[in-house]
Nanobody, 121 residues
């Protein structure tokens, strides 16, 4: 069992930046970020598996990075807008997958508790 702990969420004005962190209790091959708003399904944001993937909606604004020595991944979020408001979840799986694998929240084995990001306009 792998435990994931997210941090770094909060309230930010539109156009601002936040950095999320996710610390894992053990190394896993794949890690990623999803987000969810009330009444909507959880959607993929960014992650690393076969390579680093980004959702189209965040390309050019968000940057995913990984520190293997710390078993920690980060999501640097710039140029935030109201549509980025959501609970952000960290996910992990000890397997390598392709793009269509990582897109699906069913593919991932482990989840963090989530951290709220609120962007005020």
């Amino acid at each position: 069992q792998v435990q994931l702990v997210e941090s770094g969420g909060g309230l930010v004005q539109a156009g601002g930046s936040l950095r999320l962190s996710c610390a894992a209790s053990a190394h896993t091959a794949s890690m990623g970020w999803f987000r969810q708003t009330p009444g909507k399904e959880r959607e993929f944001v960014a992650g690393i598996s076969e390579t680093t993937f980004y959702a189209d909606s965040v390309k050019g604004r968000f940057t995913f990075s990984r520190d293997n020595a710390k078993n920690t991944v980060y999501l640097q979020m710039n140029s935030l807008n109201a549509e980025d408001t959501a609970v952000y979840y960290c996910a992990a799986r000890n397997l390598i997958g392709g793009y269509y694998h990582v897109l699906s929240d069913d593919w991932w084995d482990y989840w963090g508790q989530g951290t709220q990001v609120t962007v005020s306009s």
